[in-house]
């Protein structure tokens, strides 16, 4: 079998961990699940760090671990961006660099050093001592240092948590680019729905020591039986094919299905594959396609489902017609009875355009 | 608490320990013996030691004393002569001659260090006699005392050495020969009275004269000066 | 050898519990102190090392004798000499042991770091109050390694004390000068005695102080 | 004066701090900006973990420190809960909750923290070690134990950046309500602009060691020279008053100005005042009002001017008409094209409802 | 003079040296190692502290004779002896100062924390590596330490090196006993001067050290 294939099971005192999953050879795999549910736990297993009481573990179709055999963590060729960075407070910035580079043991290695170097803005910090980082400083080298081992496996743990969403927004681009040009697979703990939705396109689903679902992001996302779909940051996950730019508006038009949208800034070249994300906050319903209005992408759907949510609130499950594609849609229960949402009701899908961001594919 | 406070010279220690019970059974003054090496206990006594007494290694310590003040002038006397003895172990290795010390049939030859202990420098005048100083220089190994001397020979690091008599008596077995008097001046132990008045002191000091006091240094090894009368209380 | 023993017991545990009320603060200040002058201390504190025992302990003879920088001191309090006396040897094996106390204790303090001390200080945890309940706690590997050197070197040691001692029994007549008159007499036998004995002695104090500190450790970390 | 009054002037290699500002005395001031920028060394002087080359720090007047005094950190009746937890490794949870008790000095001690110890959770966790608990369970210790040493200020650096989202929401509401009822002032760094608008009132908006701009969260929130409106995630803030309930929708009915709101959810009693958070990226324009759509609040506005954002994205500021309030909305520039819109004209605000969110008041 | 000044550096220098390659990974291990067995280790590395120097010595003196454990070896080899020897003073002197080197390593280890090895390990450092590129810098306050009290402890040290040694010129003749003789033999003079000439001596290569140390930790910390 291709990609992850894991299964650990572990006791503690008060906590009871049992976890199976697969995860694809390639691309990020998100792990969500709330505090203490054992995410950290898994990964630390994964890596090598924690031996389970039963353990089996491979990657490519290669065993890391079973009842009889274990890799040593330092045998397997995993990156590891730990929650709390753990630089080696004895050297300096560059030094830390180095440790990493000298043992990953690849010709290219001087050049990519520069590489991250400059890509994680690290020039002016190689000669500072790690006590005088920034939080966010001493992340951002965490990240980098790991990348520089040349892993085969990247497991990340929470590496954005102590950064701002400046500093996020310059990482995560070069990291999602990285990731798809090392064509690695990633495994990236967060409990912050955006950025895994962001991220991942992948996910496993943890909740008390066990993995609660697993499976593609989108799939996950709009199913209205799990967790995700009720959480107020939920989103639906679109397939959609670059078809043409507007450049005075800087706009860009995307096919999805039998449907033209359209999205700000430019998002690649024609004929790309792109995903996009839907928050369900975002999406507002009306009966009928209005005019003179700023939102700038309405599409026809056909409610599947109401979920009510409490709170006066209700998830509505939408098919975007013509596709088989799911959106959600957060309204209100007043609204539902003013305009009589109800299972096969057609209805006109309002998504703000600013709403639309694009995905890891 | 002890009534007096002797300080003896370590190899003396054992000796002076059955010198204090004898005197003790006789005149119930009990008596507390502190051992050291000569150079410590003459140090230790010119800075204010509370010690009554000195039973010296050596003539010279005793005499230095006096003339410093620390000791009662004309309280000194030679309470035992010490008797250098050389030996191994080695049942055979020893003819009851010094002829072994011509040969190459050992490697380490212990004596006491000539410089601070009676014993060493003895044992280099009888090889300045034998004429081997210079050829067993570098087989000579140096103990800081007798006793370590006496060590080194009776763990076997050494094969032979010159020893005290007196030590003989925890030898066990072996060969000795045992060095004529004349090849070397005589090992004087001397002893001497610290404090002036004190009365038990001179008691024991006339103890250790007396021929009770005489008999018991002669019984672990030890010779003595001749005397003709048994001897009066030089204090008066 | 029984009032030998109480006595040796007597100095090792004197001379430890004066060295931790002495030498731990010491360390601590020289864990936090990065000046020249902490440096000159540092390095002050090691040198009783370098001199044999019996001629630190002859040094020692002097300065505490009637002729040393003490006398005028003493002699105001009627003693001629701290020589020969209970006290003096604790004195000797105090300063000899000194650096086995701050050293350990130094680099125990030296790795607690400032930011237990920044949280301490927000808490209101004056610097007395920080020392005592998160310095030392967080140091105390140091401090029980300081202070197992120091009673066991205490214990050992015998060159000092026998010079400043003046090896009178039942007063500074401890078990190494007992076993070391032992050896120099050819009496072996006691030797060996003493000398097991005092060892099976001191390995299960080392041991026990070692496993108190591990479980205490182990509990709290 | 009352409040905070600080000023401090610092230098080191490659930093230079300048800052200067004034908080009110209750309430939350957040303090905002982006990595580097010297937020937590800013904390830190005000604590007296630092000491600035040049200081004047005073609270409700009473100075602390000024070029003669320094008042020592464990004098300052500050609670500190650091980036990173920093609990005593040598004491368990209840040992580092005690510590901090023990030194407040309070009479309530005891009863106050059983109290702070069942809103956080920590019973469970009272005999743990520290080096047993997960990030989030540290947390949440170390905001406890903080609160626990009865301080007159609060300062709290990211105190949630290592909490999922769940446990912020169990925490937040707590953490509101104790500072409310403790009448003390906070200083609450983050670089997450959702969680400083829910959370703080007044605002201290920092960028490379000086501080850009200082004033109520309402005020910097809307000012479209600052960069905060131009953040994604920028939102106007709206006074409101509570003026009914609808039970069966579980709505709230709120008067802002001339206009009736509805948001969901029970959010107080009639006549209660409330402020509202409405993200420029939730509100749509439309040039005439729209039915039959799930959209419940639709305002009537003025646009007061158009700012260009860059990748065919404009910010437009509008007057809520009747009001002098402001609200933001981010639409593209074809909207804006198709739509016409220009300063002066009168457009309806679409904003979701959902989209509101109550404000820390 | 010259010889025994030559002599105490060289057995100084040696003895530390020793120490560092078998103290610093003993200290290691015993760091790490929770269970019962290093513990009893960690007790039993501390006991030739707790005998006299010169008792220590006579057992030396008896274990490396040819009477000793070690003499079918040794014979093998054509030697009889180990005392008397420049090599029996070194490990005499290895024995003594084990304890000031394992001690304060092993404190320093322990600080070092599980988080830098598994930083470590996920960045393919196996076991040694991690040791020499992460341990060993991170301990390096307590390795130092160790160091320095091996340093000038071998340096003071006399009971042993008296007693194995055989006070041969050129061979096992150190300072330590030149100034322990002058004492004896009343020659107060030559022992002051030797005494001031090593306390001097030992201080300029204790604070150089720790200067040095400092200025090590100070830029990479
Ligand atoms: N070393 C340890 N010893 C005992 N229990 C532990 C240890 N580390 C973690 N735990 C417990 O195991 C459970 C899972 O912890 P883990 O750190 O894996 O959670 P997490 O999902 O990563 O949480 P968070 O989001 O807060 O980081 C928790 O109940 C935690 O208290
Ligand atoms: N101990 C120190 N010595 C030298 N420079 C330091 C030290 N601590 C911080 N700095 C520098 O001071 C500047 C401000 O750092 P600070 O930690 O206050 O930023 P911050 O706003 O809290 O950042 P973040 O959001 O990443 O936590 C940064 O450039 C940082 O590199
Ligand atoms: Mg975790
Ligand atoms: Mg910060």
Known sequence: MNGIDAHFRLKRRGFMLDAKFTAPSSGVTGLFGPSGSGKTTLLRMIAGLERPDKGWLTLDGKVWQDDGRFTRAFRRPVGYVFQDARLFAHL??????????????????????????????????????????SGGERQRVAIARALLSHPRLLLMDEPLASLDRDAKRDILPYLEALVRRADIPVLYVSHDLDEIERFADHLVLMDQGRVLAAGPMA?????????????PDAAALLDAEIIGHDAGYQLTACRVGPHTLLLPGTLGMPGAARRLRVRASDVSLSLARAANTSILNILPCRIEALEPLGAGQVLVVLTLAGTKMRLLSRVTTRSRDALALATGVTVQAQIKGMALVEAAS | AADLRVAVAANFGAPAQQLAEAFEAETGTRVAISTGSSGALFAQITQGAPFAILLSADEARPKALVDQGFAVKGSQFTYALGRLVLWSPDAELIDSSPAILETDRFSHLAIANPQTAPYGAAAMEVLGALGLEEELAVRIVTGESIAQAFGFVQSGNAELGFIASSQLATAGGGSIWIVPEELHAPIRQDAVLLEAGNDDAKAFLDFLRSSKGREIVA???????????PAPSIYG | MVEAIVLTLQLASLTTLILLIVGVPLGFWLARDTGII????????????????????????????????????????????????????VIGSVLFSLPFMVQPARNGFAGVGREAFEAAATLRAGPLDSFFSVALPLARGGVVTGAILSFAHTIGEFGVVLMIGGNIPGETRVLSIAIFDAVEQGDWGAAHQMSAGLLAFAFVVILTTTLIEKRAGGRAR
């Open chain 1, 92 to 133: 300096s910035v560059a030094g830390n660099l180095r440790f990493a580079l000298r043992r990953a043991g690849a010709k290219e290695a001087s050049t990519q050093g520069d590489e991250v170097v400059a890509q994680f803005g690290l020039g002016p910090l190689l000669e500072r001592r790690i006590d005088g980082l």
């Open chain 1, 219 to 231: 799939e996950l996302a709009a199913d209205p039986e799990l967790l995700l779909a009720r959480d």
């Open chain 2, 219 to 229: 019984q672990f090894g030890y010779g003595l000066v001749e005397t003709t009368q």
């Open chain 3, 38 to 89: 902490a440096s000159v201390v540092s390095a002050l504190v090691a040198l009783p090392l370098v001199l044999p025992p019996t001629v630190l302990g002859f040094y020692l003879l002097i300065g505490l004798g009637p002729n040393g920088p003490l006398a005028p001191m003493l002699a105001a309090t009627g003693i001629r000499t701290l020589a020969f006396s209970f006290p003096g040897l």
